[in-house]
């Protein structure tokens, strides 16, 4: 009987809080795709928030791809860019939740991946976020963390960040 418990102790999903916050506007191409792949991403139970930064009352594809997957689905009356609508959807996620994954709605989330981010950020408590590494659909690293840039390398990065890639 006490092998019984500790074998589902070990099974049973831990209580931790997650949330996954994207953004919308006009994304209904590929926001079924990268709601398909967040179930399998944890084995925590996800709350998942899409802000849409251009709802149409009149036909809302995003309303109902959204609730088709779950999510909630939180029109925005006006386009307040992609760091508004992030922070609107942080605003309205409930209380207890522990842990928030910001993320575009053009990828899907590999499975395990939203757990191998908590496990990497669990103990450190001087770390403040973690991101992943990102892979383009040919399976090649895209380029994503960088420092905050100065100047200098900011106009660079606008004007050749097609042919220079910044590491």
Not at 19 to 37: K, Q
Not at 79 to 90: L, M
Not at 106 to 135: C, E, F, M, Q, Y
Request: include cysteine; glycine fraction near 8%; hydrophobic fraction near 45%.
């Amino acid at each position: 009987m006490i092998e019984d418990m500790a074998t589902s102790a070990e099974t049973r999903p831990s209580t931790t809080q997650v949330a996954v916050v994207t953004v919308s506007y006009g994304s209904e191409d590929v926001l079924r795709p990268f709601l398909a792949s967040l179930p399998a991403a944890s084995s925590h139970p996800l709350t998942v928030i899409v802000a849409d930064n251009k709802a149409d009352a009149a036909d809302n594809v995003v309303a109902r791809l959204t609730a088709d997957a779950g999510a909630t689905y939180l029109p925005l009356a006006t386009n307040c860019g992609y760091g508004g609508a992030i922070n609107r959807a942080v605003a309205a996620l409930p209380a207890e939740i522990e842990w928030v994954v910001v993320s575009n709605p053009d990828v899907t989330v590999n499975p395990g991946a939203i757990d191998t981010l908590l496990d990497s950020i669990r103990g450190h408590k001087l770390v403040a976020s973690v991101g992943p590494r990102i892979l383009s659909s040919a399976g090649s690293l895209t380029p994503s963390a960088r420092s905050i840039p100065s100047r200098r390398s900011g106009v660079g990065h606008a004007l050749f960040g097609n042919v220079w890639l910044i590491i």
